[in-house]
């Protein structure tokens, strides 16, 4: 069975920076992603990365601000650094693993493409 769990969330001001992880009790190769909720919205996938860490993907509105990262010797973390953050990306934020060790090719990434979750973590930003 697949546990995920999510650390680091909290509040910060904008522009500020926090740093998520996502420690995964697994067993193979899967591939993680992070995904927020925004308060009355729809949850929106935020950045992804395959299981050797070649591959990442990025919704464009935190490409350059945000970084995923992941140490599969310690115990199949991942990572999420968040940096110039801005009040409107105060949401819940999950973490959530794929049956494949990579991401897909090509198309969107979105939440059927991952097959476990999270609880989430929430992070707010003050303006």
């Known amino acids: 069975q697949v546990q995920l769990a999510e650390f680091g969330g909290g509040l910060v001001q904008a522009g500020g920076s926090v740093r998520l992880a996502c420690a995964a009790q697994?067993?193979?190769?899967?591939?993680m992603g992070w995904f927020r909720q925004a308060p009355g919205k729809d949850r929106e996938f935020v950045a992804a990365?395959?299981?050797?860490?070649?591959?990442?993907?990025y919704t464009d509105s935190v490409k350059g601000r945000f970084t995923i990262s992941r140490d599969n010797a310690a115990k199949n973390t991942v990572y999420l650094q968040m940096n110039n953050l801005n009040p409107e990306e105060t949401a819940v934020y999950y973490c959530a693993a794929r049956s494949y060790s990579q991401l897909p090719p090509s198309g969107p990434m979105t939440e059927v493409l991952f097959s476990y979750w999270g609880r989430g973590t929430q992070v707010t930003v003050s303006s």
């Open positions: 990365i395959d299981f050797d860490g070649r591959r990442t993907a």
């Open positions: 697994l067993r193979g190769a899967y591939a």
